[in-house]
């Protein structure tokens, strides 16, 4: 890997890992507010997980993708 797909592999890993941890913050923040009604909650939570998730195990292909075409000189 050249030097920017490094660059923009962290970058996504760094959104992906705040995604996942926004999504857990979220969950236990609307289960100390809203009681019964979390159940609600988690389904949009949910996405915020898996998206996360997704996003991590495919950083290394998207900063491939990103970075074609240039060339470390």
């Known amino acids: 890997m050249i030097c920017y797909q490094k660059c923009v592999a962290c970058v996504i ?7 996942v941890v926004y999504g857990i913050y979220a969950l236990i923040v609307a289960w100390i507010i809203m009681g019964k009604l ?3 909650s988690q389904h949009a939570i949910l996405s915020l997980l898996v998206a996360g998730i997704i996003l991590f195990l495919l950083a290394v292909p998207l900063a491939k993708l990103i970075t074609i075409g240039i060339n470390d000189d």
């Open 13 to 19: 890993r760094f959104i992906s890992v705040s995604l």
């Open 38 to 40: 979390w159940v609600l």
